[in-house]
């Protein structure tokens, strides 16, 4: 039962477009919703994040939107640049619980 | 400079061997979290600690076990029972049982044959 999905394994975007990256959820309680960003044997690292009283946060180039009726996430980044070719995982809380994460979206930016 | 170290980066075992992954974070945080990735996967949470002697299973605890004996340590065994031990593991960290925001270590890639 999976509660995180990212359904798109791969995304590619020309370089200076947009990137939408997205994520669906089943369990309304989830509280805090974030995104982190991977490279290749390396760990995550935290790139912005977004709390279910909000529907938008914004932070330089990456843009993250929150609809709770449709239990949908979504991250924008432009322009996109060859430095964001990298694993996205969305990744929610639910209280105390930890972290849920999908499964990634890798996303390449070709020149 | 704080964060989170795991040693070694890549660590090799012969089936049927216990083998222990440590990680240790100088960020002062509460609660520590062992995942693992494999290919095409999201991370899965194997374990979790709140507090100094207190852990938690997490949706994959089979075949694992923890230890929380000092705030900075979180130290992973991979035992013999775990079916399929070879994968990236990764440790996190973070202030406290309600920060939303992990801290993740650099992983360490284990393979057992």
């Known amino acids: 039962d999976q509660q995180v999905k990212q359904n798109s394994p791969s995304l590619s975007v020309q370089e200076g477009r947009i990137s939408i990256l997205n994520c669906d959820y089943t369990n309304s309680m989830f509280d805090y919703f974030l995104w982190y960003k991977k490279y290749p044997a390396e760990g995550p690292t935290f790139l912005i994040s977004?709390?279910?009283?909000?529907d938008k946060n914004e932070d330089g180039r990456f843009t993250v939107f929150l609809n709770k009726s449709a239990k949908h996430l979504s991250l924008h980044i432009v322009p996109s640049q060859p430095g964001d070719s990298a694993v996205y995982f969305c990744?929610?809380?639910?209280?105390?619980?930890?972290?849920?994460f999908g499964k990634g979206t890798h996303l390449i930016i070709q020149p | 400079d704080g964060g989170i170290t795991q040693s070694p980066k890549y660590l090799f075992r012969k089936e049927g061997q216990n083998v222990t992954l440590s990680c240790e974070q100088n960020?002062?945080?509460?609660?520590m979290y062992w995942y693992r990735q494999d290919p095409g996967q999201g991370l899965r949470l194997i374990y979790y600690?709140?507090?100094?002697?207190?852990?938690q299973k997490g949706d994959i605890a089979e075949g694992y076990s923890v230890s929380r004996e000092k705030k900075e340590s979180f130290p992973l065994t991979v035992t013999s029972a775990q079916k399929n031990p070879t994968a990236f593991y990764l440790c996190a960290s973070s202030g406290d049982r309600w920060s939303y925001e992990q801290y993740f270590g650099p992983g360490t890639r284990l393979t057992v044959t």
């Open positions: 600690s709140q507090i100094v002697n207190d852990f």
């Open positions: 977004i709390s279910s009283i909000k």
């Open positions: 990744a929610l809380r639910r209280g105390a619980d930890g972290l849920t």
């Open positions: 960020l002062n945080h509460d609660a």
